[in-house]
């Protein structure tokens, strides 16, 4: 049979990453968004290059990686700089997501294809996969876990939110939303009704 195609999105900092791992406890294969434009974005691809042209050298490191927390900086709260990073990155990453999709559907070894990512909606990925879950809570919850996690100010959370789609707009458009405000438990058991549900239906 083959796998399903899920998309695991939501608002920044409400735990898309501990869903993910209980997806992957349910054998599950998880594609990371995030770690696959961090791959494109190694010294010297095609979009490093095209990073620095744009944003300058200041967004390194010594070693001349990508500092992304110095990019994500310089863009939130600048929608033409954000824009501008999107159109940059987001192409490369997404032909790369679908090349892993048919491989791994190929291979036919796992019950279900998981694509963690953040922007899904936005970035139209969400047409690579069958279904997709959100991950949400509530906006001051997802702000003291952002403050928590990433030692920004307020304002950065705020700005950091912002730039996403709104969270109710996601949830909207979610065959399966999974609220995360309750305890690891409560979300895990959540995760496992849906499973049965979505992957291990008839």
């Not at 559907?105 to 036919?108: A, I």
């Not at 694509?115 to 970035?123: C, N, S, T």
């Given at each position: 049979?083959?796998p399903?195609?899920?998309?695991?999105?939501?608002?920044?900092?409400?735990?898309?990453?501990?869903?993910?791992?209980?997806?992957?406890?349910?054998?599950?294969?998880?594609?990371?968004?995030?770690?696959?434009?961090?791959?494109?974005?190694?010294?010297?691809s095609?979009?490093?290059?095209?990073?620095?042209?744009?944003?300058?050298?200041?967004?390194?490191?010594?070693?001349?990686?990508?500092n992304?927390?110095?990019?994500?900086?310089?863009?939130?709260?600048?929608?033409?700089?954000?824009?501008?990073?999107?159109?940059?990155?987001?192409?490369?990453?997404?032909?790369?997501?679908?090349?892993?999709?048919?491989?791994y559907?190929?291979?036919?070894r796992?019950?279900?294809?998981?694509?963690?990512?953040?922007?899904?909606?936005?970035?139209?990925?969400?047409k690579?996969?069958?279904?997709?879950?959100?991950?949400?809570?509530?906006?001051?919850?997802?702000?003291?876990?952002?403050?928590?996690?990433?030692?920004?100010?307020?304002?950065?959370?705020?700005?950091?939110?912002?730039?996403?789609?709104?969270?109710?707009?996601?949830?909207?458009?979610?065959?399966?939303?999974?609220?995360?405000?309750?305890?690891?438990?409560?979300?895990?058991?959540?995760?496992?009704?849906?499973?049965?549900?979505?992957?291990?239906?008839?």
């Open positions: 049979m083959e399903v195609v899920i998309g695991l999105t939501g608002g920044i900092a409400c735990g898309k990453s501990t869903v993910a791992r209980t997806l992957k406890s349910k054998d599950a294969i998880i594609i990371d968004a995030d770690r696959e434009s961090k791959q494109l974005m190694k010294a010297g095609p979009i490093w290059t095209k990073l620095i042209a744009e944003f300058g050298r200041e967004i390194l490191n010594p070693d001349n990686t990508i992304r927390r110095r990019l994500g900086n310089m863009v939130f709260g600048d929608g033409y700089k954000l824009k501008k990073l999107n159109s940059i990155v987001h192409p490369g990453v997404i032909e790369q997501i679908a090349g892993k999709i048919r491989r559907k190929e291979e036919g796992w019950p279900a294809i998981v694509l963690d990512a953040p922007l899904l909606y936005e970035v139209g990925a969400e690579l996969v069958d279904f997709t879950w959100v991950v949400a809570v509530d906006r001051q919850t997802q702000i003291n876990r952002l403050l928590a996690r990433d030692k920004i100010t307020p304002e950065q959370a705020s700005q950091r939110i912002e730039a996403q789609m709104p969270l109710e707009e996601k949830v909207a458009r979610a065959d399966a939303v999974i609220n995360n405000t309750g305890s690891r438990r409560a979300t895990r058991e959540m995760v496992y009704d849906l499973w049965n549900q979505y992957v291990e239906r008839g």
